[in-house]
């Protein structure tokens, strides 16, 4: 029998529909059987790098590796000789003889691209300047929660449209088949390469891409409203200008007055109340935002699992073959 590929998950397209539908669907069945699920069990060790700071990311890698029966090991900017003292091929060789999976937060997707391209083990990517793929899990488990079926939904995403969430709500959303619409200003659009592979993605699952600057078009009717942050980590200094740019698509009452009657809204968090959402939104009745931020949890564990599991390194009901490293 051949060895099964590794599979990494850099960006939301790494999975297909299929693939995504399948991580969400065990996302459900682990939310349900906290834990009864032990694909980390030896313990097994997963390193989770942080080159940036982290809440979320860091309590739900952490608590949930630890709940799939293995041992987070978490190392922050400047306790490791990664990326600066050794390379980042050099580092993946090492790490992969260790530990079961490599999760890290970083800045460039290229270093990502990197690790995985040395790595025996399946490596995620916990945010990049790019995407936040794993945000994304989170969010489409949400969505499915309070609407049922993906396919066919409409998902609006307002603000900062060229950051690495704009870029996953895109991807990740017309891979699940949904109608996704970008807005913000001129010059903070998705890149068009981004936009390529939406396109490319949504002719395979009937998905659709709008990307405008008119809030309201992207807006009207639509079925999940979503923001973020308008200054990003590592862009702090450009806080003034960018507070002034995105101005006319904060998701306040009166942009929710465009959506459809039942729209649920997403954020990400950290929040900015009163830049890109209002206090009345994100503590409204929309809101399911703390439902997302629990299901970072869920999903994560949901993805480790499947990565192990379809890269032949763990059991797990279901999926892959099941082989066992
Ligand atoms: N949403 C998110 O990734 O939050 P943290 O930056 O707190 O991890
Ligand atoms: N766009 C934000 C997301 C934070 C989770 C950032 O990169 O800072």
Not at 24 to 51: C, E, H, I, N, W
Not at 143 to 162: N, Q, T, V, W
Not at 203 to 229: N, R
Request: charged share 20%; proline share 3%; glycine share 8%.
């Amino acid at each position: 029998m051949s060895t099964p590929t590794v599979r990494h998950f850099l960006v939301d397209t790494d999975l297909t529909q299929a693939e995504q539908a399948e991580v969400l669907d065990l996302a459900a069945a682990m939310k349900s059987d906290r834990y009864g699920y032990r694909p980390y069990a030896g313990p097994q060790t997963v390193a989770v790098f942080f080159d940036k700071t982290s809440t979320r990311t860091r309590v739900s890698f952490a608590a949930g590796i630890t709940e799939l029966g293995g041992s987070p090991l978490v190392i922050n900017a400047g306790e490791s000789q990664l990326g600066h003292k050794e390379s980042i091929s050099d580092s993946a060789r090492v790490l992969s003889r260790m530990v079961s999976t490599i999760v890290w937060r970083t800045y460039a997707q290229a270093g990502l691209e990197e690790m995985a391209a040395q790595s025996d083990v399946p490596v995620v990517n916990a945010l990049s300047d790019d995407y936040h793929p794993c945000q994304l899990l989170a969010d489409l488990l949400t969505i499915r929660e309070h609407k049922g079926a993906l396919a066919g939904l409409s998902m609006a995403y307002l603000g900062d449209a060229a950051n690495n969430m704009a870029n996953s709500y895109l991807l990740a959303g017309v891979t699940a088949g949904m109608d996704v619409r970008i807005a913000g200003p001129e010059g903070y659009l998705p890149d068009e390469a981004v936009v390529t592979a939406a396109r490319a993605r949504a002719a395979e699952t009937g998905g659709s891409v709008t990307i405008t600057t008119d809030a309201a078009q992207a807006l009207s009717g639509a079925d999940v409203v979503a923001t973020d942050t308008w200054v990003s980590m590592g862009q702090e200094d450009e806080k003034a200008q960018r507070v002034e740019l995105f101005g006319a698509y904060r998701v306040d009452e009166a942009a929710m007055a465009h959506a459809a009657d039942d729209a649920i809204v997403l954020h990400c968090l950290p929040a900015y109340r009163e830049y890109e959402i209002a206090a009345e939104v994100i503590d409204g009745p929309q809101s399911v935002v703390w439902d997302e931020a629990e299901n970072r949890l869920h999903a994560q564990k949901a993805l480790m699992a499947w990565l192990m599991a379809a890269s032949g390194q763990a059991e797990v009901a279901g999926i892959g073959d099941g082989a066992r490293r």
